[in-house]
Antibody, heavy 122, light 108 residues
Framework: QVTLKESGPVLVKPTETLTLTCTVS??????????VSWIRQPPGKALEWLAS???????SFSPSLKSRLTISKDSSKSQVVLTMTNMDPVDSATYYC??????????????WGQGTPVTVSS | KVMTQSPATLSASPGERATLSCRAS??????LAWYQQKPGQAPRLLIY???TRATGIPARFSGSGSGTEFTLTISSLQSEDFAVYYC???????????FGPGTKVNIK
């Protein structure tokens, strides 16, 4: 059974760095064409892809946020970690991690975590 | 690439047919997925490869299109289908993903 679960602070202050952890089960982060992404959604707004990391350690980032993002994985712990620097109130959102389907020739998100809300406020 | 969706809101009655559109600013071939999101829930994959239903998705959901124009059709709306629908594309490797702004399907 594939599951993903996000964890991290609910509240961060402006200019601080956000660190979020996605803990996965039911699949390995080191096998095949496995990938995990972070996606966020401000209240009442659309989904926004942030970053992805793959089993071969290749990474990709949203061009508009690339300078502020880091993504890493620890396969032994089944965790993917996202850091976002210089947080601002506009970064308040629900942050999701999602698995990229490892089998099909297309790239899409087949399993999602429940999301973790983050508010940026002093 | 920029994704647009229309309409922004669609009001329909149970049993009606719903047609949602997604347009890409440049061709994405059939690298297009659709998701359904209900309030307070994570998105759920409906369609990938523009037209392939994901596991467990009812046959009333169908996807079509290629290149820059795509359609999600719900043949007969059920009460549980009232939600927001997003399209998603990707390009290059390593991939960069883009979601559309969403279409909200309301009960008329």
């Amino acid at each position: 059974q594939v599951t993903l679960k996000e964890s991290g602070p609910v509240l961060v202050k402006p200019t601080e760095t956000l660190t979020l952890t996605c803990t996965v089960s039911g699949f390995s982060l080191s096998n095949g064409r496995m990938g995990v992404s972070w996606i966020r959604q401000p209240p009442g707004k659309a989904l926004e892809w942030l970053a992805s990391i793959f089993s071969n350690d290749e990474r990709s980032f949203s061009p508009s946020l690339k300078s502020r993002l880091t993504i890493s994985k620890d396969s032994s712990k089944s965790q993917v970690v996202l850091t976002m620097t210089n947080m601002d109130p506009v970064d308040s959102a629900t942050y999701y991690c999602a698995r990229i389907d490892p089998i099909q020739i297309y790239l899409f998100f087949d399993f999602w975590g429940q999301g973790t809300p983050v508010t940026v406020s002093s | 690439k920029v994704m647009t969706q229309s309409p922004a809101t669609l009001s329909a009655s149970p049993g009606e047919r719903a047609t949602l559109s997604c347009r890409a600013s440049q061709t994405v071939a059939t690298n297009l997925a659709w998701y359904q999101q209900k309030p307070g829930q994570a998105p759920r994959l409906l369609i990938y490869g523009a037209s392939t239903r994901a596991t467990g998705i009812p046959a009333r959901f169908s996807g079509s299109g290629s290149g820059t124009e795509f359609t999600l059709t719900i043949s007969s709306l059920q009460s549980e289908d009232f939600a927001v629908y997003y399209c998603q594309q990707y390009d290059n490797w390593p991939p960069r993903f883009t979601f559309g702004p969403g279409t909200k399907v309301n009960i008329k």
